[in-house]
């Protein structure tokens, strides 16, 4: 077996992958042989050969312009949106109210990442976020979906990607929580695949062991394979879903506890403009602000990532002066059913985009494991959002950072979306909340509400009494008040 493997490696020039075969155990050897096994050389090959042509989305800044879009109820911007078709709030609550009372919509949070950047040696989500509580991210997303389901009387499946760098934690995990409340024939955790990472300058796979390869997940537009894949008996995660009647997605990722889980408003626009897949997304604060732009081009909506945009399209101005191109996306979207199956049947839905990053590896002359301090390795991610041009009249939502994003990516100390950060951003929402339901909330004092106690202020406005004082740090959960 290992020769046939090594003249395959051969054509591709990866055989160094066997440098330390005659020094590994069995099990060791079996290990590699699963990991090759699992590997597409001629696609890994291809990928490394286009790695410098020029991003596809380069090609549509030229004729891009803003998407049809709605405003959220929050936002308070005053610039005009021009939608696909004209929904107001109250339309867009009622259709997406009754999409949840009808169990009509499912949930998925992508919880792979491996949160470099964070420093937290867990998966992301079992960061503690809360500013009182100290609830973790998981936490804040399972109660918005336990809460859901107990006002609309229909229960939320839950999906939750992980990648093998956060499996086994998060299963354990949420098993020790006993899933924050939810039944667990309703909470569905599946494993996205992998990709290896190669040299920058060779096009090599690297070797994180002498047995193992170094890789990666596959970005979290790995959500598409891993949905679809089918188990031994023939079912996906997806077709379980529809299977209950579900035919929509809503999709966020694991680190910005502020989302709006299904938020009927969100769900209404989706529905009532006919879309199949809707986005949220912010309004540029500046011409060159480092999110992805969402645009329409041909009757199509593409992200095009702020280093492809040039510069001159990034300035252009409607007449009133405003941007142009002002759609930033938050990562927060919904799909319908249908989309995902229909694209996860053609290769090429998803194309994969290349990240020079550090990659440590193991010195194939010496067996040492080398840190790199420069980029010295390609990995490759698909996105999501790509799917956004294979999707039926596309809408965004605009929505407003202080009610809606504040994602945690960065460590301790850092100037902005670090632990710091988000837990003001926190307060300040719920503060806000509390003062509009009429509540005394004296300045700096940290409020916390759990979303199974309120999950919007119209929620919060039912349950304070007008003129209840908060002075010291409070954490509201259900329907009693705690005071610590
Ligand atoms: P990021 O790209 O911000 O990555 O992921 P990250 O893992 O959180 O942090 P860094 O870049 O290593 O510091 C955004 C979201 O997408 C998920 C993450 O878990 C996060 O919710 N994601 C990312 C996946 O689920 N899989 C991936 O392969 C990549």
């Keep these: 077996m290992k020769d046939n493997i090594l003249s395959n490696l051969k054509q591709y020039g990866q055989e160094h992958l066997f440098t330390f075969w005659d020094l590994l155990s069995g099990l060791e050897q079996h290990e590699l042989i699963d990991q090759i096994q699992s590997i597409d050389f001629a696609l890994i090959a291809h990928l490394y050969e286009q790695r410098n042509a020029p991003a596809e989305s380069l090609t549509i800044a030229d004729r891009a312009s803003d998407p049809p879009a709605y405003k959220f109820s929050t936002v308070t911007d005053p610039t005009p949106c021009k939608p696909r078709k004209s929904v107001s709030v109250q339309e867009a609550v009622l259709a997406g109210d009754e999409m949840l009372s009808r169990g009509k919509v499912g949930a998925i949070l992508v919880a792979g990442g491996q949160g470099t950047r964070l420093g937290f040696p867990h998966p992301k989500g079992m960061y503690p976020i809360g500013p009182v509580s100290e609830a973790t991210l998981f936490q804040f997303h399972f109660e918005k979906i336990l809460a859901l389901s107990q006002r609309y009387g229909s229960q939320i499946p839950y999906c939750i990607m992980t990648s093998p760098a956060t499996h086994r934690e998060t299963v354990d995990f949420l098993e020790q929580k006993n899933y924050f409340g ?9 494993c996205q695949g992998t990709m290896p990472a190669v040299s920058l300058e060779t096009g090599k796979i690297l070797l994180d062991s002498k047995n193992r390869i170094a890789l990666s997940p596959d970005g979290h537009g790995g959500m598409l394979a891993a949905i679809t894949r089918k188990n031994e008996n023939g079912m996906s995660v997806l077709d379980s879903l529809r299977q209950r009647g579900i035919e929509y997605l809503f999709y966020n990722q694991v680190d910005n506890p502020l989302v709006r889980i299904c938020s009927p408003e969100f769900l209404g626009y989706h529905l009532l403009s006919g879309s199949e897949l809707t986005s949220q997304v912010i309004r540029k604060r500046f011409p060159t602000d480092k999110v992805g732009n969402i645009v329409e081009a041909d009757g199509r909506l593409y992200v095009i990532e702020y280093s492809d945009l040039p510069d001159e399209v990034a300035r252009q101005t409607n007449s009133d002066g405003s941007l142009k191109i002002w759609a930033g996306s938050i990562a927060v979207h919904l799909f319908n059913a249908a989309l995902l199956d229909r694209t996860s049947k053609i290769t090429t839905s998803l194309p994969f985009h290349i990240a020079r990053k550090k990659v440590p ?59 710091e950060t988000v837990k003001r951003d926190l307060v300040a929402m719920y503060a806000d909340w509390l003062r509009k339901a009429g509540a005394v909330v004296v300045a700096e004092t940290p409020v916390e509400i759990s979303p199974l106690f309120a999950d919007s202020p119209e929620t919060v406005l039912q349950k304070i009494e007008k003129n209840t004082a908060f002075n010291k740090p409070t954490y509201l959960k259900n329907s009693t008040r705690h005071v610590e």
Excluded at 182 to 190: E, Y
């Design 182 to 190: 939810l039944q667990r024939d309703h909470v569905f955790i599946f």
């Design 361 to 419: 590896f193991i010195d194939l002359q010496t067996g040492e494991r080398m840190k790199p301090d420069k980029e010295n390795a390609i990995k490759f991610e698909r996105f999501i959002f790509d799917l956004l041009p294979s999707a039926e009249n596309a809408v965004v939502v605009e929505v407003d950072p202080p009610n809606h994003y504040a994602p945690l990516k960065n460590a301790s100390g850092s100037s902005s979306d670090s632990p």
